[in-house]
């Protein structure tokens, strides 16, 4: 038997570190080749991190939440034949627990075989306890209180959707991994969730790590209030006429046209507007005391995914039609959702949108995007009575909920830019005309 050692592989465009965001397997565990062994996240992509071979878990080399540099040992495990690893005298002596959430006590590495000049071949794995394979099939049970489900994100969030708790499925996966198979037998044969009869006090208290994207969230929405002394303006838009051409175009079915939203009309009004106020397409660099005016308009789309939220971005929106437009939002909100989206896709915003949907409610403050100096924000749509000099009429409305960054952009100017986009919003024939 022999040692092989998996280190951070270089996860690509220059990142040096990565930061550790979960553990799918803990030592014991027992996996084979390509399964998933931990998560790591660069910025605001996360990578999977699978093994290279068939073996048995001895040591992991973080926790969760800590920063991990490129090469630097991850994981050893327990392999038939020659190994990789070298001996254990020359490896640093770190010892890492296994995830947090599972309670187990860190694993120290055992002596290591000598270097091999070649990989081993494809190791058999020793098969599992029967008590283990038991448990591993039996669905239904419920996991111990504390524990983690494993899980990836699209399992998880297709778990969401069907209103399943993950912890009361049973993974058929390594290290009992849940899959879209085990949730899809779960609901084949109906959640078995416990009833109590009458009321009760719950005094206990969880504690979460803040870590991978949701600490990056904070510490940008930190950073940006810090740093940033908003303004944000709030005015009402009647859409009514908007609706109604949005409605028109999409009865228009056509293979090389997507369903049009309310956001590439938007898009376009920002776009038209920018284009007599460029200040509101700035980023403000805080160190050089410099504000880098944009001539390409790079739209951010504020998305909600299950993983928390992130920002896509509609790149030269100035170069695209409405269709185009909404083509892209589209593209990017499904990859946001899946969690496929690139690094690339996920940066360079020069103004961002952000929209609550139905649930948008009346007025918003949102924060900038820092270093950005300007945030659209949609309120929900609602049919109200307008008055129209002689009688109440429904009309469609909408509040758009705008901030700016007070050091660049003055009261009157972000009025101003505010006023014209729901100018072209409300006679949105004028977003069509060119000049």
Same mark, same amino acid.
């Given at each position: 038997?022999?040692?092989?050692?998996?280190?951070?592989?270089?996860?690509?465009?220059?990142? +040096? %570190?990565?930061?550790?965001?979960?553990?799918?397997? !803990?030592?014991?565990?027992?996996?084979?080749?390509?399964?998933?062994?931990?998560?790591? &996240?660069?910025?605001? @992509?996360?990578?999977?991190?699978?093994?290279?071979?068939?073996?048995?878990?001895?040591?992991?080399?973080?926790?969760?939440?800590?920063?991990?540099?490129?090469?630097?040992?991850?994981?050893?495990?327990?392999?038939?034949? %020659?190994?990789?690893?070298?001996?254990?005298?020359?490896?640093?002596?770190?010892?890492?627990?296994?995830?947090?959430?599972?309670?187990?006590?860190? #694993?120290?590495?055992?002596?290591?075989?000598?270097?091999?000049? !070649?990989?081993?071949? !494809?190791?058999?794995?020793?098969?599992? =306890?029967?008590?283990?394979?038991?448990?591993?099939?039996?669905?239904?049970?419920?996991?111990?209180?504390?524990? !983690?489900?494993?899980?990836? =994100?699209?399992?998880?969030?297709?778990?969401? %959707?069907?209103?399943?708790?993950?912890?009361?499925?049973?993974?058929?996966?390594?290290?009992?991994?849940?899959?879209?198979?085990?949730?899809? +037998?779960?609901?084949?044969?109906?959640?078995?969730?416990?009833?109590?009869?009458?009321?009760?006090?719950?005094?206990?208290?969880?504690?979460?790590?803040?870590?991978?994207?949701?600490?990056?969230? @904070?510490?940008? &929405?930190?950073?940006?209030?810090?740093?940033?002394?908003?303004?944000?303006?709030?005015?009402?838009?009647?859409?009514?006429?908007?609706?109604?051409?949005?409605?028109?175009?999409?009865?228009?079915?056509?293979?090389?046209?997507?369903?049009? #939203?309310?956001?590439?009309?938007?898009?376009?009004?920002?776009?038209?507007?920018?284009?007599?106020?460029p200040n509101l397409n700035s980023l403000h660099d805080d160190d050089a005391g410099v504000?880098?005016?944009?001539?390409?308009?790079?739209?951010?789309?504020?998305?909600?995914?299950?993983?928390?939220?992130?920002?896509?971005?509609?790149?030269?929106?100035?170069?695209?039609?409405?269709?185009?437009?909404?083509?892209?939002?589209?593209?990017?909100?499904?990859?946001?959702?899946?969690? #496929?989206?690139?690094?690339?896709?996920?940066?360079?915003?020069?103004?961002?949108?952000?929209?609550?949907?139905?649930?948008?409610?009346?007025?918003?403050?949102?924060?900038?995007?820092?270093?950005?100096?300007?945030?659209?924000?949609?309120?929900?749509?609602?049919?109200?009575?307008?008055?129209?000099?002689?009688?109440?009429?429904?009309?469609?409305? &909408?509040?758009?909920?705008?901030?700016?960054?007070?050091?660049?952009?003055?009261?009157?100017?972000?009025?101003?830019?505010?006023?014209?986009?729901?100018?072209?919003?409300?006679?949105?024939?004028?977003?069509?005309?060119?000049?």
């Open positions: 038997m022999g040692e092989h050692v998996i280190k951070l592989p270089d996860v690509g465009e220059g990142v +040096a %570190e990565a930061e550790l965001v979960e553990w799918h397997v !803990k030592v014991g565990d027992l996996v084979r080749e390509d399964t998933v062994l931990a998560a790591v &996240m660069t910025d605001k @992509a996360t990578v999977e991190i699978p093994s290279p071979v068939d073996g048995e878990i001895l040591w992991l080399g973080a926790e969760i939440g800590d920063t991990v540099a490129v090469g630097s040992p991850l994981i050893r495990l327990k392999v038939e034949g %020659e190994g990789t690893a070298p001996s254990a005298s020359t490896e640093p002596q770190k010892q890492a627990a296994a995830p947090a959430e599972t309670g187990e006590k860190a #694993t120290p590495p055992p002596a290591a075989a000598a270097p091999a000049a !070649k990989s081993p071949a !494809k190791a058999a794995v020793p098969a599992a =306890p029967e008590s283990a394979r038991v448990a591993k099939t039996t669905f239904g049970a419920p996991r111990p209180e504390g524990e !983690k489900p494993l899980a990836s =994100p699209a399992v998880r969030l297709r778990a969401k %959707e069907a209103g399943i708790d993950l912890r009361q499925v049973v993974g058929s996966g390594p290290a009992g991994r849940i899959g879209h198979e085990d949730v899809e +037998a779960f609901i084949a044969r109906g959640p078995q969730v416990a009833r109590r009869a009458g009321l009760a006090e719950n005094n206990s208290v969880e504690d979460i790590k803040v870590i991978g994207l949701r600490r990056k969230i @904070a510490e940008k &929405m930190a950073l940006s209030k810090s740093r940033i002394p908003h303004i944000t303006y709030v005015e009402e838009i009647d859409v009514t006429a908007l609706e109604e051409l949005r409605a028109a175009l999409n009865k228009e079915k056509r293979a090389d046209r997507p369903k049009l #939203t309310m956001l590439p009309f938007l898009m376009r009004a920002m776009v038209k507007a920018i284009g007599e106020q504000i880098h005016q944009h001539g390409g308009i790079h739209i951010g789309i504020a998305a909600q995914t299950p993983t928390g939220l992130v920002v896509p971005v509609v790149k030269h929106a100035e170069a695209r039609d409405l269709w185009d437009c909404g083509a892209e939002v589209n593209r990017l909100a499904e990859a946001a959702k899946t969690g #496929t989206a690139t690094r690339e896709e996920l940066s360079g915003s020069t103004i961002t949108i952000t929209s609550l949907g139905a649930m948008g409610g009346i007025a918003t403050t949102p924060v900038i995007n820092y270093p950005e100096v300007a945030i659209v924000g949609v309120n929900k749509m609602v049919v109200r009575p307008v008055w129209d000099g002689v009688q109440f009429i429904p009309r469609k409305m &909408m509040n758009l909920s705008s901030s700016f960054d007070h050091r660049v952009i003055d009261g009157w100017d972000a009025a101003v830019f505010v006023q014209r986009i729901k100018a072209l919003l409300e006679t949105p024939a004028l977003i069509f005309v060119e000049g």
